[in-house]
Each structure stands twice: as C-alpha cells, then as structure tokens.
C-alpha cells in the first residue's frame, strides 16, 4: 500500500515537472513577438505592458488587476479564435491546448502564492503574460496568412 502511494505521487510529481518543463519550452521556442505586439495594439490587449508593471514594485491591488488583465487578454484571443473559422487550428494545436492549461494551472499557482511569495506571483504573472503573448502571435501569424 505504502509503496503503491510513493509510486503514485512520484509519477504525479514526475508528469507535472514534464507538462510545466514543455510549456516552458513551447513558450522559449522561436514565436513571432512582433506579431504579438501588433496583435495587442490591435486589439487594445495588455499582456504587452506585464513586464514594466512586475519591474517595478507595485502593491498586491495592481497584480490582481494585472491578472485580470491577462484573463480578459485570453478571453479575447479565445473569442477570435472561434469566431474566425480558419483560425480554429490556432486553438487546437497541441501546444494551444497544453499552454491553455498551464494558464489555468499560473492563475491557481497565483492565487496559493499572492499572498505568502510576491516573488513566486509575481513569475506565476509573468508566465501567464507570456502565454498570452504567444497565443497572440500565433494568432496573428494565422490572421496575415488567412488574409494573404
């Protein structure tokens, strides 16, 4: 019994270092940027202006309207993306759907640690951005081929 539960939370343990580790990939690997920031001032998105935000100390208010920011940035993005037929790929890739759930899991992961690590919120809220920039771009990168 004893080791059916070391195994078990072992290989939990091991499966949320491997989804975290390739999200981390993902959102390292080669995405268009300049497309993300065109698409933000396009679409008057805020991921874009997180990091001057988390550079400067700012109180516990200014992150929970920055995550809602990002939220609302998401939301927006996911409304495109099913609004618009040919963009439908961008949301259904692998990758989409893993940096999805990484979203979700940076959002709790700021919820637990809001109040006890600023440090470790303020991460959770940068990575959160980052998300939110890469779906952008590929976002935008979908909406020129589409057009052209």
């Avoid at 992150?63 to 099913?82: E, F, K, Q, Y």
């Avoid at 940076?106 to 440090?119: E, F, G, I, L, N």
Wanted: proline share 1%; net charge neutral.
């Amino acid at each position: 019994m004893i080791t059916t539960i070391v195994i078990m939370t072992l290989s939990l343990a091991m499966f949320v270092y491997w989804f975290r580790y390739s999200c981390i990939l993902i959102l390292e690997s080669d995405w268009n940027e300049e497309k993300a920031r065109e698409f933000a001032a396009q679409n008057k998105l805020a991921f874009d202006s997180s990091d001057a935000l988390l550079a400067r100390s700012v109180s516990a208010v200014e992150l929970d309207r920055l995550r809602d920011w990002l939220d609302r940035d998401l939301r927006v993005i996911r409304r495109l993306m099913s609004d618009c037929p040919g963009l439908r790929e961008t949301g259904a890739s692998l990758e989409s759907r893993m940096l999805m759930i990484d979203f979700q899991l940076m959002k709790a992961w700021y919820a637990v640690t809001r109040s006890m690590s600023q440090p470790k919120a303020h991460q959770a809220l940068r990575s959160m951005s980052k998300i939110v920039g890469y779906m952008a771009g590929e976002l935008g990168d979908q909406m020129v081929t589409a057009r052209g």
